[in-house]
């Protein structure tokens, strides 16, 4: 109070008018001197579209393109040469390709049984870890919504922090944690009576110990999402609910999940898509393993790319995954609300 009564007056005083005044036409005769730039807005938000061309468009649509082709390795011909005055630009073609058409297509719809399984696996993930996740991300956020909580700050904290944790990493103690000869889940297990599981031997296991790392890391990264919706619904329409008798399954189901529908939404699209593009937990936890039991799309995408150098097969499988994911999401915007 007292700072803005002394900047009050400083305002108010001659001297600083003056003052003012002398910086205000100095900085119009400034203005008036300086040469108009064309386009400046443009050229001030052109960095963004470069880096957005080179490092998004143009490998988007170089993918595409190389769907239609076999790879046969790097090339040293040359593309395009320009002449721009003294100036000569030459762009070398980046690989040697062959054309094949739909042909890449052909073979990952009817002919590879090895994608039908990182496809039947990556499904298999989907439709236990998402409804997993969002259901306990709510149920956890409801908890932490609660009035008779205390220290909400530590256990959102807490919750959250796994989100944090680098992939590798934490993959890395997973594995350590369900594995059958040391792992400390069949310790335990052993010695309350159940006896040791398989986890990373056999098919099933191995994809529920891929869910149950998934749904470990994510599950804070939505509860904070969710949290933050359900601090947005109105107090007054609870209290409305009430008034009427509500139970409090009835002020959730009337209330609380369609306030919350647009968040939940944004929760299951963006985990959908996570889900299908899971590949550090596969690749260090399981290794694709048993018998391919765990390879996902994104994993057998690498295989290809980077192992195998078959870049027009990986090109042709990653535009497939695209396609899929983008059906999947619209599905799910179109019958989840127009909002």
Do not use: C
């Not at 090109?315 to 915007?333: E, K, N, P, T, W």
Request: no cysteine; charged share 10%.
């Amino acid at each position: 109070m007292v700072l803005s009564t002394i900047q009050a007056k400083l305002r108010s005083s001659n001297a600083y008018r003056r003052v003012a005044d002398q910086f205000r036409y100095r900085r119009q005769d400034v203005s008036a001197v300086v040469p108009e730039i064309p386009m400046l807005p443009q050229l001030y938000i052109s960095p963004f579209f470069i880096l957005f061309a080179v490092f998004l468009l143009f490998p988007t649509v170089y993918t595409l393109y190389l769907s239609f082709f076999n790879y046969l390795g790097a090339s040293n011909e040359i593309l395009l040469t320009a002449r721009i005055g003294i100036l000569e630009i030459t762009i070398p073609q980046i690989a040697d390709l062959e054309f094949v058409g739909l042909s890449n297509y052909q073979r990952l719809l009817f002919e590879d049984s090895l994608f039908h399984q990182s496809l039947f696996n990556t499904s298999f993930i989907f439709f236990i870890q998402v409804p997993l996740m969002v259901g306990l991300g709510l149920a956890t956020a409801l908890v932490l919504d609660a009035k008779f909580i205390r220290a909400k700050g530590l256990f959102r904290t807490i919750i959250a922090l796994p989100v944090a944790t680098g992939l590798v990493a934490y993959s890395t103690i997973f594995l350590l944690l369900f594995n059958g000869d040391i792992g400390l889940i069949n310790y335990t297990l052993e010695r309350i009576g159940i006896g040791t599981i398989s986890w990373l031997g056999d098919a099933w296991w191995a994809r529920i110990t891929l869910v149950i790392a998934v749904t470990w890391r994510w599950l804070g990264y939505n509860m904070i999402i969710l949290l933050a919706g359900l601090q947005t619904v109105p107090e007054q329409l609870y209290e409305a609910a009430e008034v009427d008798g509500a139970t409090q399954w009835q002020k959730f189901r009337f209330v609380t999940l369609p306030q919350l529908r647009p968040v939940l939404l944004f929760v299951v699209v963006s985990s959908t898509i996570g889900t299908f593009q899971i590949f550090a937990e596969p690749y260090v936890i399981t290794g694709g393993g048993p018998s391919n039991a765990t390879i996902t799309i994104v994993q057998y995408i690498y295989r290809q790319a980077f192992i195998q150098l078959n870049l027009g097969y990986a090109s042709a499988v990653s535009v497939a995954l695209v396609v899929l994911v983008s059906v999947m999401s619209i599905i799910q915007l179109r019958y989840g609300g127009s909002e």
